[in-house]
């Protein structure tokens, strides 16, 4: 399952990917069940609500949309680190994030100084704490495991300093978005 953070038009939703049931074993996670076609068949749970969708490239820039039996032409175009989609005619400005990316943390302008909040990226739980108040971090280390669908995710520190709090506890549910910790 693949996780991304999208905002359109200044509202923030939460979308997870997963390649739709009887994908042939030839398909990989981030390539959804592929059929002869070149359509791509896959589930979306968009903010918790479940959607089918099938899609096949159209051209440079371009998809064919068809979402829970309605069919949509989409095309989009790069506008630095944001994307202009175009549907039915309309312009939409939106930006994706990958919260378990290195490029996308980096991309979020972590600052040398000042305190950084670690956020959840997705709900879970937490299954295990790595680190302690007062505890000095160095970056890219573990600050505690979230395990969610069956995954365990290490939240890691994006930057080097002090552990100044803990906001959550082992066995605590979190829910996307929520601070979990500050480093300073």
Do not use: W
């Not at 979308?15 to 390539?31: D, P």
């Not at 068809?66 to 175009?86: A, K, M, Q, Y």
Request: proline fraction near 2%.
């Amino acid at each position: 399952m693949i996780f991304y953070e999208v905002s359109i038009g200044g509202r923030s939703h939460q979308i997870q990917i997963e390649r739709a049931a009887g994908a042939s074993s030839g398909s990989t996670q981030h390539q959804p069940n592929a059929s002869r076609s070149n359509e791509v068949h896959c589930n979306l749970r968009l903010d918790g609500r479940e959607i089918q969708v099938s899609y096949s490239r159209s051209g440079s820039g371009a998809l064919s949309l068809i979402v829970n039996g309605e069919s949509f032409d989409v095309t989009h175009e790069r506008i630095g680190e944001s994307l202009r989609i175009f549907v039915r005619g309309r312009a939409y400005e939106c930006s994706v994030r990958d919260p378990r990316s290195l490029r996308t943390r980096k991309r979020a302008g972590v600052a040398d100084a000042g305190e950084q909040k670690l956020t959840a990226s997705m709900p879970g739980k937490v299954v295990r704490i790595l680190a302690s108040v007062g505890d000095q971090i160095a970056t890219g280390q573990g600050i505690l495991v979230i395990e969610a669908m069956k995954m365990q995710n290490e939240v890691r520190s994006p930057k080097e300093g002090q552990l100044k709090k803990l906001l959550v506890r082992e066995g605590a549910n979190v829910v996307a978005g929520e601070v979990l910790a500050i480093i300073e």
